[in-house]
């Protein structure tokens, strides 16, 4: 039987930080982790193609804080801030915990290295009839080329709508799952084509976080 364990939960409190950053007591504990998952899988359906990396919460008090990561901030922010706030309402109308909630806008640093903004990337193309071979390939390379020390993608279903699911996996570059200080992002994203649900997994080694020892006798 396979061992699997997600890349980003292995190396939460290590090298990466938990994304909902609150504190409940056992009876609202729930009803805080049900309204998390509910408005993170509202704003990523309300916000296709901007390149969503990641969906930080933060509850404190009588506030709820969210910051969006985004590739293409511009399209979230809207002409004046009115896309923005309109989204703010829409939350604010779904959560029933705190009475005040606040939207912040990120852009993400480099898209390219995002495994996220990769994996969603692909699944538009696939989407509209690309070739997934083909963009798999342009995908990695251009990752490559910006500086990833390694990638791999892999992609699930029925590709190129053949009767029987299948995997197709293409990596370039050194990729160590297991070191728990490599910086691995990982993204996962799902192409909802006529022919069926292609799933999208990416992970870009981007650097390694433990500091180099210079000059200890070995």
């Not at 938990?18 to 309300?46: C, P």
């Not at 994203?189 to 000059?215: D, F, M, N, Q």
Request: overall charge positive; glycine content about 10%; aromatic content about 6%.
């Amino acid at each position: 039987m396979g061992q699997k364990v997600h890349p980003y939960g292995f190396r939460v409190g290590i090298t990466q930080p938990w994304k909902s950053m609150w504190i409940a007591d056992k009876k609202t504990f729930g009803k805080y982790l049900v309204e998390d998952q509910k408005l993170k899988a509202h704003l990523r359906n309300k916000l296709p193609g901007v390149g969503l990396s990641k969906i930080d919460i933060e509850r404190s008090g009588n506030e709820l804080r969210i910051v969006l990561h985004v590739a293409q901030p511009g399209r979230v922010i809207g002409r004046g801030g009115e896309a923005v706030e309109e989204l703010r309402k829409e939350i604010a109308s779904m959560t029933t915990t705190v009475p005040n909630v606040t939207l912040n806008i990120k852009e993400v640093a480099n898209p390219l290295l995002d495994g996220q903004v990769i994996s969603e990337s692909i699944a538009e193309q696939i989407v509209r009839r690309a070739s997934f071979r083909r963009t798999m390939k342009s995908a990695m390379e251009r990752t490559f080329d910006a500086g990833a020390l390694g990638v791999k993608i892999k992609l699930s279903g029925r590709l190129g709508g053949a009767e029987i699911a299948r995997d197709e996996v293409t990596q370039i570059g050194s990729l160590p799952m297991h070191t728990l200080y490599a910086d691995i992002r990982y993204g996962y994203s799902r192409a909802c084509t006529t022919y069926g649900v292609i799933g999208v997994k990416v992970w870009v080694y981007v650097k390694s976080l433990l500091p180099e020892v210079v000059g200890v006798d070995q």
